[in-house]
T-cell receptor
């Protein structure tokens, strides 16, 4: 099966600019996640969707970050305006359901550099 | 609140050596799930194993083995006869049973296997 697809692979922007990342999960996976991974740290959950509804966005900086999953398939994560501390790898993952029996499948991530 | 600690930041071994990666976790729940993921240089996190809190049996899969001990809140990972291809960052993660499967990751251990 095709894996989780993410684009772009790399992005360099200046602070205060906006940026968007795209994710296409594995076909049929109901749950989609966005994680932020700062260099030298483990991934941190930003937002979790079940189909097209948000089930957890408690760690999403909502003043600058937004995400949507229209039609319950692919998803877009946006940052506006970006700050230097947003430099990180943004990982998208999907699972068949939101339960613990279904492991997460991750994409290769988008590496964002904010200058 | 749940927490995962991987005290080893980086480990270097020579090929064919055995190596153990430590993971200590904290949770107030009696039902929880523990995971190990591998992140090679390509960036994609690869699922290795999931254990639930009621199953303390050790598990072996080829050169990989896992030692789960609730008494010490540890879930250690051993690679026997390491190979260069094992070089990666390894993450331990915890998910509490309540709600959806939100993973809390440790900071990761970078394993370098030299020929």
């Amino acid at each position: 099966e095709a894996g989780v697809a993410q684009s772009p692979r790399y992005k360099i922007i200046e602070k205060r600019q906006s940026v968007a990342f795209w994710c296409n999960p594995i076909s049929g996976h109901a749950t989609l996640y966005w994680y932020q991974q700062i260099l030298g740290q483990g991934p941190k959950l930003l937002i979790q969707f079940q189909n097209n509804g948000v089930v957890d966005d408690s760690q999403l900086p909502k003043d600058r970050f937004s995400a949507e999953r229209l039609k319950g398939v692919d998803s877009t994560l946006k940052i506006q305006p970006a700050k230097l501390e947003d430099s990180a790898v943004y990982l998208c993952a999907s699972s068949t359901s939101g339960t613990h029996n279904s492991p997460l499948h991750f994409g290769n991530g988008t590496r964002l550099t904010v200058t | 609140a749940q927490k995962v600690t991987q005290a080893q930041t980086e480990i270097s071994v020579v090929e064919k050596e055995d190596v153990t990666l430590d993971c200590v976790y904290e949770t107030r729940d009696t039902t929880y799930y523990l995971f190990w993921y591998k992140q090679p240089p390509s960036g994609e996190l690869v699922f290795l194993i999931r254990r639930n809190s009621f199953d303390e049996q050790n598990e072996i899969s080829g050169r990989y083995s896992w030692n789960f001990q609730k008494s010490t809140s540890s879930f250690n990972f051993t690679i026997t006869a390491s190979q260069v291809v094992d070089s990666a960052v390894y993450f331990c993660a915890l998910s509490e049973a309540a709600g959806y499967s939100t993973l809390t990751f440790g900071k990761g251990t970078m394993l370098l296997v030299s020929p």
